[in-house]
């Protein structure tokens, strides 16, 4: 189960912080992700947390946001700073790894919107 927050109206050149914490029995955490999906566009992935804390962005944000988590509680962040109006979009948590008896999972959080005004 996933829990993201976080969202909210901002203007053009604030900040945002986002988090979502995974909950059940995990066994193991292979990666975490941020995606966004803008009215009446696919839904992007942003950013990525490996197991080993190697990280990957979309170019579009490359500079601007941060993805970072906390281990012990299975808690990912991403740092939104200098938001673009282009930002606005619903974003999403997804949490790839391992159950306690090895089945694999992929869960998707229930999405927190983000909206930037000019």
């Known amino acids: 189960q996933l829990q993201a927050c976080g969202g909210g109206l901002v203007q053009a050149g604030e900040s945002l912080r986002l988090s979502c914490k995974a909950s059940g029995s995990i066994y193991r955490i292979n990666h975490m992700d941020w995606h966004r999906q803008a009215p009446g566009k696919q839904r992007e992935f942003v950013a990525r947390i490996t197991f080993t804390s190697s990280t990957s962005y979309v170019d579009s944000v490359k500079g601007r946001f941060t993805i970072s988590r906390d281990i012990d509680d299975n808690v990912v962040y991403l740092t939104m700073n200098n938001l673009k109006p282009e930002d606005t979009a619903v974003y999403y948590c997804?949490?790839?790894?391992?159950?306690?008896?090895?089945?694999?999972?992929?869960?998707w959080g229930q999405g927190t919107q983000v909206t930037v005004s000019s």
């Open positions: 997804n949490v790839a790894g391992l159950l306690n008896g090895m089945q694999p999972f992929s869960s």
